[in-house]
C-alpha cells in the first residue's frame, strides 16, 4: 500500500485519488503500477456489463449536479443515432475558491484520462475533449499525460483552453465553445446529452467523476461502495479554507460532517462566523448549522445548502461577513454573460445595494427594492448564474444578520475594515474574451 | 404502445392539455409588447423585462397568450403545452 497523504489519514484508512506523493504528477508507469491496467470493454455484453457496475456503485456527479453517471451514459449512448457520441471532460473549474479539479490534473492526469477513455468506450464515443481553463496549470500535465500513453487506435482525445469565466464551464457553455462559438451559455433543450458536440450525443461530465469511475472499473461497485454515505457513496474531493490559515484540497469520505472535515485539517470552527458550502453558487451556513450537516447532496440540501463542486470555506470571525458577501455579489454580477435581461440589470443592482451595505452610505430605501431584486431575479436567466447569485446574497444575508443589522445602523464592526479573505480572481469586461 | 392505441382516450382529457408561458431570456430585448397584449399574465420588470406567472394558463387566455407570442418582434414567448 502506497503510504497515505498526511491530509487523508483520519478519516480515510486508505485515499483513493491522493497519491503518495502529492506535489508532482504520477507518471505513467507509476500510475499502471499504483492502479494496473485499465480494464477492457469488449462488445455488446461488455459495455452493458460495465454500465451495471458504474449503476451499482451509485457514483453521482462532483461537478455539482450530483447525477447519477450511469443514468447519464445510457442516455447518451442511446442518443447515438445522430452519429457517434462525444465525451468532455470538464476541468474548467469556475469556481474561484476551488481548486480540487486542478489538484487531480497536476497530481494524477492517467487517473482522469482512463476515466475519459472508459468512459468513451462505454457510450461508443471515438472522440473526446478536455476542457480547462486558460493558462491552468492542469492543461500542461495533462498534455505531458497524453504524450506518455502515445496514441490509441480510433480513439483521440483533445485538451481545450476556455476563456477563464464563471459561466464558462456551465455545460452548454462548454459545448457551444467546442462547437465554435462564444463559451456562453444556451437556452436550453436540446441537452448536450440528446445533441452536443457537432450535434451530436454528448457525455459532459466533470473530470473527479471520470476519475472516480477510473476506480469503479478497476475494483468494481462493492469496493466503491465501501466508504461513504450509502445513498451517495465513496469519497469526494473538497476545497477546504479556514482559520487559522488553512486552505487545502482534501478527499474525505462522502457523508463527513463539515465539522468534521474541517477539523481533519485544522479549521477551527470556534473562530468562524460563517462556513461558505459549495461555492459562490453556493450558501453561508452558520457553523453550528454546518457542523452536524453532512457532506452528500442531500445532507446540505437538508442544511438549506447545495454541496456544488465540494468548496467549504470558514470565514475567520476577523473577517466581515457582509464585506465578502458584497464583494463575491459584485463578482458575479460582473460574470454574467451579458445575454439575459433580468441577469445584465437584476445582478449589478443587488451587488450596487450590498456594496452600500457594506461600506456605506446606507439607505434604509433600498431595502424593500433589495428584497424585490432578490426575488424576482431567479428562474430569470438562461442559465443558472442568477438563481445561484440571489440564493448566495439571501444566505449572506441571513448568516450574517447581526452584522446585517449593524452595517443598516452605521455602525459596522471593525472587522469590516479587514483585508478581503475570499479569493477572487481580477474582473474582465463584458464584452471581451468569451472565445 | 399496442395497449393505448386499442384504448380509446376520452375526449374531454384532450381539450384540458395545461399551457404554459415561458420567456427565451436570450432572444428578449425588453420590447414589452408582450405585457401589453396579456396584461392578465405578464407584467414588466423595473428593467422592461417580462415576469411571467409560471402556473397553468386558463383555457379563455390561451388565444390571447398567442396573439401576444406572435406579436413579440423577436419570438422570445414560447407556450409549453405539457399533457394532459
Ligand atoms: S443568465 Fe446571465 S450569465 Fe446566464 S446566460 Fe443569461 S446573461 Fe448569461
Ligand atoms: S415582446 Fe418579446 S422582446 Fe418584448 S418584452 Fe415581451 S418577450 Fe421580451
Not at chain 1, 100 to 110: E, G, I, M, N, Y
Not at chain 1, 190 to 211: H, I, K
Request: charge should be positive.
Amino acid at each position: 500500500m502506497t503510504t497515505p497523504s498526511l491530509t487523508t489519514t483520519r478519516l480515510l484508512r486508505a485515499p483513493r485519488l491522493f497519491c503518495a506523493d502529492d506535489s508532482a504528477p504520477t507518471t505513467h508507469v507509476e500510475h499502471l503500477r499504483r492502479h494496473g491496467p485499465l480494464p477492457a470493454v469488449v462488445g455488446e455484453h461488455g459495455r452493458a456489463a460495465m454500465l451495471t457496475t458504474i449503476e451499482h456503485s451509485g457514483l453521482v456527479g462532483r461537478g455539482g449536479a450530483g447525477f447519477p453517471l450511469a443514468r447519464k451514459m445510457r442516455a447518451v449512448a442511446a442518443g447515438a443515432s445522430t452519429g457517434s457520441p462525444v465525451v468532455v471532460a470538464n476541468g474548467c473549474e469556475g469556481e474561484p475558491a476551488s481548486r480540487k479539479d486542478v489538484w487531480l490534473l497536476t497530481r494524477t492526469p492517467h487517473l482522469v484520462l482512463d476515466g475519459v477513455e472508459l468512459a468513451a468506450r462505454v457510450v461508443g464515443a471515438r472522440e473526446a475533449h478536455l476542457c480547462v481553463h486558460r493558462g491552468s496549470a492542469g492543461a500542461g500535465t495533462v498534455r505531458r499525460a497524453l504524450v506518455e500513453r502515445g496514441k490509441t487506435e480510433g480513439f483521440s482525445i483533445t485538451v481545450h483552453e476556455l476563456p477563464p469565466r464563471y459561466v464558462a464551464s456551465e455545460e452548454t457553455a462548454l459545448v457551444h465553445w467546442l462547437n465554435g462559438a462564444e463559451a456562453k451559455p444556451t437556452f436550453t433543450p436540446p441537452r448536450p446529452f440528446e445533441r452536443g458536440v457537432g450535434r451530436r450525443a454528448t457525455l459532459v461530465n466533470n473530470v473527479e467523476t471520470l476519475a472516480q469511475l477510473a476506480l469503479v472499473a478497476r475494483r468494481g461497485a462493492e469496493w466503491f461502495r465501501s466508504v461513504g454515505d450509502p445513498t451517495e457513496p465513496g469519497t469526494l474531493l473538497l476545497s477546504v479554507s479556514g482559520p487559522p490559515q488553512v486552505s487545502q484540497v482534501v478527499e474525505v469520505p462522502t457523508g463527513t460532517t463539515v465539522g468534521a472535515a474541517l477539523a481533519q485539517v485544522g479549521v477551527d470552527l470556534e473562530a468562524s462566523t460563517g462556513v461558505l458550502v459549495g461555492g459562490y453558487f453556493g450558501t453561508w451556513l452558520r457553523p453550528d448549522v454546518a457542523a452536524s450537516a453532512p457532506l452528500t447532496h442531500r445532507g446540505m440540501h437538508a442544511a438549506g445548502a447545495a454541496l456544488g463542486a465540494g468548496v467549504v470555506a470558514a470565514l475567520p470571525a476577523t473577517v466581515c461577513g457582509v464585506v465578502e458577501t458584497a464583494r463575491v455579489a459584485t463578482y458575479l454580477a460582473a460574470q454574467s454573460a451579458g445575454q439575459c435581461g433580468p441577469c445584465v440589470n437584476g445582478l449589478p443592482a443587488i451587488a450596487d445595494a450590498l456594496r452600500l451595505l457594506a461600506r456605506g452610505p446606507w439607505d434604509e430605501s433600498l431595502a424593500p427594492a433589495l428584497d424585490r431584486w432578490l426575488s424576482i431575479v431567479p428562474g430569470r436567466g438562461a442559465c443558472r448564474l442568477p438563481d445561484g447569485a440571489a440564493r448566495f446574497v439571501v444566505s449572506g444575508l441571513t448568516t450574517f444578520a447581526a452584522d446585517v443589522a449593524d452595517h443598516r445602523a452605521d455602525r459596522p464592526c471593525a472587522s469590516s475594515r479587514a483585508g478581503a479573505w475570499l479569493p477572487l480572481p481580477p474582473v474582465q469586461s463584458r464584452s471581451a474574451g468569451w472565445r | 404502445m399496442a395497449t393505448t392505441a386499442s384504448r380509446p382516450v376520452p375526449l374531454g382529457r384532450l381539450a384540458v392539455s395545461i399551457m404554459r408561458l415561458q420567456v427565451n431570456p436570450i432572444a428578449c430585448a425588453a420590447h414589452g409588447l408582450c405585457a401589453e397584449l396579456l396584461p392578465e399574465w405578464i407584467e414588466l420588470d423595473e428593467w422592461g423585462y417580462p415576469l411571467v406567472d409560471s402556473q397553468p394558463m386558463p383555457q379563455q387566455l390561451i388565444s390571447h397568450a398567442r396573439r401576444a407570442a406572435a406579436a413579440c418582434p423577436v419570438r422570445a414567448i414560447v407556450i409549453e403545452r405539457s399533457g394532459q
